[in-house]
């Protein structure tokens, strides 16, 4: 064994057990046929390689599915991957050098580009098997599913079926979150935590009223690209509105807001002419004020209600603006919701790429944000631009490429939500959420949750398999590869279901036409959401998903709320009428030291592979779980993280070594067990106890925090140091007791700490299971559990800390003994400490402990608060008569209220009161009473204090000469106190396990020792 705690060193030492014991392969296999348990891995993306959030998510994963283990489950714990969608493509562009993906099919054919996706999709396989491996995660990383195998878009298929045949699955024209740079659809889960604060312009626009010449509605928006498919403007018709008039003409505009609106535009001499209700104004006409630019807006005028005035309550508030919205049904979900009772017309002149059609008419191949600029000057050009300038807001950016996204109308595939939005709603009452708080948020987003669009114009991804006929429009869906070779024939053997392939499978309609696949391609969150079924290749495979699901228990990120667990919850409930998961824990995510998320823009993040190189894997691992609750962010500050983490087990450590140090062979279960003995064991089986609990709650901070008191505070600090000298001597009862804490305590904490608990359970233990990890849990023993003996205990300890203090005080080494203790209390403590006596004595190191009161004496002192206004000039003077006060003049004082002392009157208001004891005792309060020390140090407890510095010092050099305690040795001893050594023989040899003492003999000088006037030689030599 080691002698002091290297991490490194214990981590490469057990790796290579696990690995040529095949340790990891064992233990996953343990439990086979036992209860099942269900943890399903989120798949992260194989893009690139692990960093410090799937290091908390994994460490959180392997902790349960370890504790899981030795509770006699047998644990499904398949890793699993992303690979399809927009962060591989994204990636895969970047390296092929495609700007834009138009690029994508010309420059590069659709089939090179997607196998390069595939290639990348599994590019960091190794390097995340590596790193979990060191991490010590032993989830199953040589099979894990990945998202586009085969097997696994088969059940994506049947899925999408299942829809179909309840008849969920529609297609329609509306306006959706749109990323310009990757040419696809965006869902609102997508963009939900992806806002950033931008500066857009900010524009007043006056809209003329056709009715009535220079008179105009007045917009406000931010967004001047969107005003070429205006049309229509909201009004409330419950507000007031105000005919302004100005020198730009007559305004209309919300009556509430028009103070703040003529600041705003600068408009200092203005008049209210009348103002009317915004119902009154309902269908009227305006002139689109890009009408020249826009020639577009000359056919839409025979359109329904278009250029009108149409009212809406929901949408037209008085927070900001003029209370006149600008409407354009084909750039935002808002608008179109609003108008859709109106009927008109979704017109949205902007492509994929976020240029202007040619239904854009000037702007036409113009990029939207681009043309804001030319829009304005035409605005101006027209006396239609009222005020401009600039604001800055929050606006959404894609997921992945980070590219400001649009909001345009474009034709999609969707699956009706708010069909299943009560059962989902029903079915997550069994949830359990950890932590409870995040229950109501998911619920908020089940009750908002808008249909979702399942389709992508992409490349790399799921094929919808949706066929629809050229000639009559019959859809057809297919929910196995099995139905596609029905149409199409034999499937080869390379039969591979993405595109370009898919796209190229067509079969005859009976009505004589062709049927064709849509060539959209499946949102990757169906990916996700499938994913408890389709990495078991469910309903073709009936098993092992039948017998599994639903989930036992999930943890992911709090993005994943509002995603994954929200996509997981409507496939499941879809396809099984069933919430897909027992359980739901939500982690947050690490910050730097200064609570900065990290980023590679900014410097600040820190890889795995960099902590466990500075301090291995069991410390970052601990910190994990221990430094806070899951859901609160933790800050990483590394040397706080090191430094923490290698005091806590380096004291595990090195208790673990003092049992190895002192025991001699196997230890026997003792017939008798002393007070300390049976506290420990006590406290032992409580913390077992917090320890599972937290464990199950999931709250592993208090499982952290349980065991980690428990072998500071009890173990180390309290129970070893007061066993120390019987374990020195193989008493049997406390070398027993400590290996059952050492034991007990290395099986509780062995999933989150799963290499120290190793090497402490395989080296020093030395039992009989081949591995901790093969090990039960321990169960709680409730009949060691003694309440009162922990109280008297808690009193011990509360009195003991005291003694350190006053010690500390007053610069006496524990090593020193000192004379007496006094404690002052009443007679039930009294009985209670009774039973702990010779345990205080032995922490405090005290040669007397005896029950009592300490005699006091009376002093005073001057309260110059006082002395100065009654006695002037005169009051130094007086305050040295009190100091000079003896005994019975205090005594006289305190009794009688006054006396006259060198012709002052003294009153007891002229002083302040105190007791003290004499000068070699100190006291100090404890919670039920007062422990004083006597401290006087009398020549023999300095010769027994001297001896203790002689031992200590012999201690040191026998270390550094690598002697160990069970090495058998003679001590030679020489100087100038020799008589006094004699003396101290059998004592020193007690104290130092040596086989004999030589007093006045020197074989060969090791060492010297000296203190004031001692001077003593010493030398060893081993006998065995």
């Known amino acids: 064994m080691n002698e002091e705690y290297d991490p490194k060193n214990i981590e490469e030492d057990i790796r290579l057990f696990w690995r040529e014991n095949e340790i990891k392969d064992k233990e996953r296999k343990r439990n086979k046929g036992h209860k099942k348990f269900f943890l399903l ?25 370890r504790f899981k283990r030795m509770e006699g489950y047998d644990v499904w714990d398949q890793a699993g991957f992303d690979a399809h969608g927009l962060p591989n493509e994204v990636k895969t562009e970047e390296k092929l050098g495609i700007e834009k993906k138009t690029d994508i099919g010309q420059k590069i054919s659709v089939e090179k580009f997607i196998e390069e996706c595939r290639e990348r999709a599994v590019s960091s396989k190794d390097v995340w098997k590596d790193v979990m491996e060191r991490l010590g995660v032993w989830q199953d990383f040589d099979d894990p599913y990945i998202t586009f195998h085969n097997t696994y878009i088969e059940s994506e298929w049947w899925f999408i079926k299942q829809a179909a045949e309840k008849d969920m699955i529609y297609r329609k024209k509306r306006p959706m979150y749109w990323c310009p740079r990757c040419m696809t659809s965006l869902s609102q889960n997508e963009i939900s935590d992806e806002y950033k604060t931008i500066e857009d312009p900010s524009i007043f626009v006056k809209f003329p009223r056709r009715d009535k010449d220079n ?42 807001l028009v103070e703040e609106v003529m600041d705003k535009v600068g408009i200092e001499d203005y008049k209210i002419l009348n103002t009317i209700d915004g119902a009154s104004l309902q269908g009227k006409e305006y002139d689109h004020p890009l009408r020249e630019e826009v020639p577009m807006h000359e056919e839409l005028d025979d359109s329904m209600n278009v250029h009108r005035i149409l009212n809406s309550s929901s949408l037209v508030t008085l927070e900001q603006g003029t209370g006149c919205v600008h409407t354009a049904p084909g750039h935002g979900e808002e608008d179109y919701d609003a108008t859709r009772n109106y009927e008109l017309d979704v017109f949205s002149p902007v492509n994929d790429a976020g240029n202007f059609t040619e239904e854009g008419g000037k702007y036409t191949g113009m990029y939207i944000h681009d043309a804001d600029e030319q829009i304005l000057e035409d605005l101006k050009k027209k006396n239609y631009l009222l005020g401009h300038s600039t604001i800055e807001h929050e606006y959404p950016h894609c997921w992945r490429c980070k590219t400001k996204i649009i909001q345009r109308a474009t034709s999609q595939w969707y699956i009706d939500v708010s069909r299943l939005k009560f059962e989902m709603l029903e079915k997550n009452e069994d949830v359990k959420w950890i932590p409870g708080k995040i229950r109501k948020r998911f619920e908020n987003w089940l009750e908002k949750g808008r249909d979702w669009c399942i389709s992508r114009q992409r490349f790399w991804g799921v094929p919808i398999p949706i066929w629809i006929c050229d000639n009559c429009s019959e859809r057809e869906v297919l929910g196995s590869f099995g139905e596609l070779e029905e149409r ?22 009976s009505c004589g036409g062709t049927m064709t696949r849509t060539e959209d391609l499946l949102d990757v969150w169906c990916d996700s959401g ?13 098993e092992p998903f039948s017998s599994l699901k639903p989930m ?26 069933e919430a897909p998961s027992k359980e739901v824990l939500m982690h947050a995510f690490v910050l730097d030291e200064e609570g900065k998320a990290m980023s590679k823009s900014i410097g600040n993040v820190i890889e795995p592979e960099e902590i466990m190189e500075k301090m291995g894997v069991d410390i970052p691992r601990f910190w994990i779980l221990e430094n806070s609750p899951l859901w609160e962010n933790p ?54 106890d917090e320890v599972k609990e937290g464990y199950e709650n999931k709250h592993f901070h208090l499982s952290c925090r349980s065991w980690r008191d428990f072998v500071l505070e009890d173990l180390s600090r309290w129970y070893v140091k007061s066993t120390r000298s019987r374990a020195r001597k193989g008493d049997a009862a406390a070398l027993w007791t400590l290996k059952e804490c050492i ?7 062995a999933p989150v700490v799963p290499y120290i608990t190793e090497k402490v359970y395989r080296d020093i233990l030395k039992v009989s299971e081949e591995s901790v990890h093969g090990c039960n849990f321990p169960e709680t023993d409730k009949d060691r559990i003694d309440e009162d003996l922990e109280d008297r205990m808690e009193l011990t300890r509360d009195i003991v800390n005291q003694v350190f203090s006053i010690r500390e005080e007053q610069g006496r080494k524990l090593r020193w003994p000192v004379k007496k203790a006094v404690v002052s209390t009443d007679q039930q403590v009294k009985k209670e400490i009774k039973y702990m006596e010779r345990l205080i004595k032995d922490m405090g190191n005290l040669k007397e402990l005896v029950f009592g009161e300490v005699e006091t004496k009376l002093t005073v002192k001057p309260d110059y608060s006082n002395l100065g206004p009654k006695f002037k000039g005169d009051a130094e003077v007086v305050a040295d008569t009190i100091e000079g006060l003896s005994q019975s003049e205090i005594e006289e004082l305190k009794k009688s209220g006054g006396l006259e002392k060198d012709g002052f009157k003294i009153s007891k208001e002229d002083v302040k009161f105190s007791r003290s004891t004499s000068e070699s005792i100190s006291g100090k309060d404890f919670g039920k009473g007062k422990v004083f020390l006597d401290m006087e140090l009398t020549p023999e407890l300095k010769e027994e204090a001297v001896i203790s510095e002689l031992t200590r010092d012999i201690q040191l050099a026998r270390k550094e000469e690598g002697l160990h305690v069970k090495d058998k040795m003679k001590l030679f001893l020489d100087g100038n106190k020799n008589k006094v050594l004699s003396r101290w023989k059998d004592k020193l040899r007690e104290r130092l396990m ?15 020792f000296e203190y004031e006037s001692w001077d003593i030689e010493y030398g060893f030599e081993v006998t065995g």
């Open 41 to 65: 891995d989120g798949p992260p993306y194989l893009t690139g390689n692990p960093h410090l959030g799937h290091m908390l998510n994994k460490v959180v994963k392997d902790t349960v599915l």
């Open 488 to 509: 199409i024939g034999e499937l080869p053997d390379d039969f591979d279901p993405h595109k370009p392939y898919a796209d190229d499978w067509e079969w005859d309609c």
């Open 994 to 1008: 040596v086989s004999d003492i030589v007093v006045g003999e020197m074989d060969h000088t090791k060492g010297s």
């Open 215 to 256: 008179e105009y509605f007045l917009i406000w928006t931010t967004t001047p690209w969107t005003l070429p498919g205006n049309v229509a403007i909201l009004l409330n018709p419950d507000f007031r509105y105000a005919r302004v008039k100005t020198d730009e003409g007559v305004l209309i505009m919300a009556n509430d």
């Open 635 to 688: 800050k990483v500050d590394l040397e706080e993280i090191k430094n923490e983490g290698y005091k806590i087990f380096s004291v595990y450590w090195n208790t673990a070594q003092f049992l190895e140090k002192y025991r001699d062979g196997n230890i026997e279960k003792p017939d008798e067990l002393r007070e300390e003995d049976r506290w420990i064991l006590s406290r032992l089986e409580k913390m077992v």
């Open 530 to 542: 499938c994913a408890p079924f389709a990495s078991m290749h469910y309903p073709f495979e009936e």
């Open 552 to 577: 036992d228990f999930i943890v992911e990120g709090s993005d994943q709320v509002a995603k994954w667990f929200y996509y997981l919850m409507f496939c499941s409930v879809l396809a099984f009428d």
């Open 743 to 749: 034991k007990k305590s290395t099986l509780v904490i």
